[in-house]
């Protein structure tokens, strides 16, 4: 049929463009055998482990790989859904403590971070001071009064606990789960 040649019975100009449109379309994607091997490593993943050792010899054959790489594939394909499956399970909550203490994360990975909310919470004591460093107000029984002192270390580290409840996440080696350490001792 030519631009030029008259309209078939009963074709419209409307028939021509659907016809124009679907012979422009873009052909039906050709599945290739890797396609065909990730379509199966797939379902191999979601397997039982009993119907992957039936399963693997013939699907080793149809896709013509080594046994050993289709089940290197499979094992990244779970590995890769047990992340996913991390990634969406929320963090349990640590239980909440019965004296009403702000809990305080110490994240070994990041300390400073955890340093950085560690003055805020100590700003809340009455008797902790900022002096060129921390510095408390303490009782001096030998002068029947009370002194400035500047807070040590170890001071600080006591004070966080008198007012905080500091903890952590631990990874159980076992089974990879993320449990609440309880009190941190620094």
Known sequence: ????????????ADTLRAMLAQAMAEPPRAETPGDALRADVARAAAMAREDWLAARLDMARKHRVPVAELDALRAAALRTQRQA??????????????????DLLVNGADLPDTAGELPAMLATVPHLFDRDG??????????????????????????????????????????????????YAA
């Open 1 to 12: 049929m030519d631009v030029a040649d008259p309209l078939p019975e009963g074709t419209t």
């Open 85 to 102: 499956e991390e990634a969406e399970r929320e963090a349990p909550e640590p239980p909440v403590d019965p004296r009403g203490w702000a």
């Open 134 to 183: 921390p510095a408390r107000i303490a009782r001096d029984w030998t002068r029947d009064g009370f002194v400035v002192e500047p807070l040590t270390l170890n001071g600080v580290v006591n004070e966080a606990h008198r007012i905080a409840r500091p903890w952590q996440w631990v990874r159980n080696r076992g089974s990879g789960e993320m449990k609440w350490a309880g009190h």
